[in-house]
């Protein structure tokens, strides 16, 4: 497609399961975000990849957050453990390298009931 | 943590009106973007500054990169009900990773 595309765009689970984000950015950029948005507030940085690794993780709130981006497309954001803070919505980002303005996917909004 | 301080939180216009908000920072930038955000939408891309002083255009919208690299504004002419929504600043430090405002919410009159 065109732009970011994450999935699932909602998802509703208990406290305690495990969760998995996936994030397809745009064909040819290098340069992958997640950031977590809160209602009412701006996003708010996470983990940054560039290629496979990760360049930036500073922003996961524990060790209960981690994500990959195994192929250097492609990027996965897991939860363990969930907890109801940890409700949001989780937005992905790409840009064609680090320099280059960031395109948002539309986001998945996360429930932990 | 890094901060910025947009204002105003909201704004209540008539179409056809202009709208002016802006970012500050306690720590210097070396770019800045502006996005919108719709409900359920991710934010999109409005314009991008990259140097310090520059002003630039999107159509009706007009950003500027402070001097001191600690702030910017945006201006849109002539409000549409379209622009109704919600708009985020951003600085980018360097280290890739954006620091967001808090956000201004317009709406808009008919």
């Known amino acids: 497609g065109a732009g970011v595309s994450q999935t699932p765009s909602n998802k509703v689970t208990e406290k305690g399961k495990y969760v998995e984000l996936r994030c397809d950015p745009i064909?040819?950029?290098?340069?992958l975000y997640w950031y977590r948005q809160s209602l009412g507030q701006g996003p708010e940085f996470l983990i940054y990849?560039?290629?496979?690794?990760?360049?930036?993780d500073s922003g996961l709130p524990n060790d209960r957050f981690f994500a990959v981006r195994p192929e250097g497309s492609v990027s996965t954001l897991k939860i363990q453990r969930t907890e109801r803070g940890d409700s949001a919505v989780y937005l992905c980002?790409?840009?064609?390298?680090?320099?280059?303005?960031?395109?948002f996917g539309d986001g998945t909004r996360l429930s932990i009931l | 943590g890094q901060q910025l301080n947009q204002s105003p939180q909201s704004m209540f216009i008539q179409e056809g009106e202009d709208v002016s908000m802006n970012c500050t920072s306690s720590?210097?930038?070396?770019?800045w973007l502006w996005y919108k955000q719709d409900p359920g939408e991710g934010p999109v891309l409005l314009i991008a500054?990259?140097?310090?002083?520059e002003l630039t255009s999107n159509g009706r919208l007009t950003a500027q990169f402070g001097i001191t690299r600690k702030d910017s504004f945006l201006n849109i002419s002539a409000s549409i009900p379209s622009d109704v929504g919600i708009y985020f600043c951003?600085?980018?430090?360097?280290?890739?990773?954006?620091?967001f405002g808090q956000g201004t919410r317009l709406t808009i009159n008919p």
């Open positions: 980002a790409s840009s064609l390298n680090g320099n280059q303005p960031q395109h």
């Open positions: 064909s040819g950029h290098t340069a």
């Open positions: 990849f560039q290629g496979t690794g990760a360049a930036d």
């Open positions: 720590s210097i930038f070396n770019t």
């Open positions: 500054l990259y140097k310090a002083g």
């Open positions: 951003a600085g980018q430090p360097g280290a890739q990773k954006l620091v």
